[in-house]
């Protein structure tokens, strides 16, 4: 398509970095192997950012625009240098981009369309890779949709093996139709689990790890789990113990820690919490969700209140309780990546522009806003690669 060719010709110029940016790539090669890339979207917009960090000084630095595509969501290949980006046109399209990581330069190298190369559908919400089966789950949010894509050994991505349709809605007015939100495997690998705003429902298909496919029985359709009406979920997560789960509801700003059994396929709710504080009256607005790799800490970011929230996981129980909630650095705290070292988290922060960095106590799972951050337009994700 024409964005992908407009990436091609235009990349030497979006690579190049500014001046001021420029002075801190050339401080050396040695400093920058010891850094690590990652790359921030654009809500709504048509340029991919990338950037260096120092996971020891904790620093970043802006290395400049570098691709012209819309980037509603990113993903990685957890071993080669490519970047799948998830973009906002018609068709639900997923652009490949080799990376070079001595520039961090994007060079396009192709893109799927996620509903057979029609006109509808072009709010992908969501892209992730599972990486057992090596393959690539979609969550298109205006078609109504998750699709799987299978990723070639090079990292290329093949067309859609599995395209399945959410049904339902809600009673809030965005909630006329079904909208996935999130496409996550269940730790035993048998299920695709598709987090619905628009239908108020996590959807559990049948997952083939063999072939990357998704299904259900046309009879009964797909299994369900069904939250209040008009939550809109939006992110799920699993604790390390494979059992415990926690959903992020964006309508209603709460989470709900689940217990999740693989050989029915089915949710059992155990508890709900809210993310805002007693006294906020705005309008609510859960955002992102992550747990820490050890499974003590759960993170959520409340777009209403502009605030990150920090929750402890009983060792027995699986169950939350409340550790903090402290402001996001920002406007809109869109989404956040935990640093796989467990000390850092990068906050896009849509509305102000601004991508923070907080430092995490491992001990506590407390968040310290480091004061340090870079400026980018309208950032919606942070992807490392």
Same mark, same amino acid.
């Given at each position: ?17 500014? &001046?001021?940016? $420029? ?47 819309? &980037?509603?969501?990113? $993903? $990685? ?35 799927v369309h996620t509903d057979g190369g029609g006109t ?38 093949g067309s859609p093996v599995s395209v399945v349709h ?59 789990? &069904?939250?209040?009406? %008009?939550?809109?979920? !939006? ?17 209603? &700003? ?18 709900? /919490? ?21 499974? !003590? ?7 209403g209140e502009n605030t990150l929230v920090a929750f402890?996981?009983? !060792? !027995?129980? %699986?169950? /939350? *309780? ?15 990546? /935990?640093?796989?070292?467990? *000390? ?17 106590? *491992? ?8 004061? *340090? ?13």
């Open positions: 398509m024409a964005a992908s060719a407009a990436a091609a010709a235009a990349l030497p110029l979006l690579g190049a970095a500014t &001046a001021a940016e $420029a002075a801190p790539r050339a401080a050396g090669a040695a400093r920058r192997r010891a850094a690590e890339l990652f790359y921030t979207g654009t809500w709504k917009g048509t340029q991919i950012y990338g950037g260096w960090f120092d996971p020891v000084r904790g620093t970043m630095t802006r290395i400049g625009p570098l691709a012209e595509v819309t &980037a509603n969501w990113a $993903a $990685a290949h957890p071993s080669r240098p490519v970047l799948y980006v998830a973009g906002g046109e018609d068709g639900g399209v997923v652009h490949v981009f080799r990376v070079d990581r001595a520039t961090g330069g994007l060079a396009p190298a192709g893109e509808a559908g072009g709010g992908l919400s969501y892209i992730g890779v599972d990486r057992r089966s090596d393959t690539l789950l979609v969550a298109n949010f205006e078609a109504g949709l998750a699709a799987s894509l299978p990723i070639a050994r090079d990292g290329g991505l959410d049904t339902g809605s809600g009673p809030n007015p965005r909630q006329a139709a079904p909208h996935p939100h999130e496409v996550v495997v269940d730790p035993s690998g048998t299920y695709a689990l598709v987090a619905d705003f628009g239908a108020d429902r996590v959807f559990a298909y049948r997952y083939d790890r063999s072939t990357g496919a998704m299904s259900y029985d046309a009879k009964t359709g797909p299994r369900s789990f &069904a939250t209040a009406p %008009g939550s809109g979920p !939006r992110r799920l997560v699993f604790h390390p113990n494979r059992r415990d789960c926690y959903l992020l509801n964006e309508l209603t &700003a709460d989470l709900q820690a689940l217990h999740w059994n693989p050989r029915r396929g089915r949710f059992t709710n155990r508890q709900i /919490l809210p993310l805002d504080s007693p006294g906020f009256e705005g309008a609510k607005s859960g955002a992102e969700l992550a747990i820490s790799r050890d499974g !003590r800490f759960v993170y959520a970011s409340s777009r402890s996981v009983d !060792r !027995r129980t %699986g169950l /939350l *309780r409340l550790v903090q909630r402290v402001p996001c650095g920002g406007v809109k705290p869109w989404s956040f990546t /935990l640093h796989e070292s467990g *000390r850092w988290m990068f906050v896009a922060n849509q509305v102000s522009g601004t991508v923070n960095l907080f430092a995490v106590d *491992r001990r506590s799972g407390r968040l310290t806003d480091t004061g *340090r951050s870079l400026s980018i337009p309208s950032p919606d994700g942070i992807t490392f690669c």
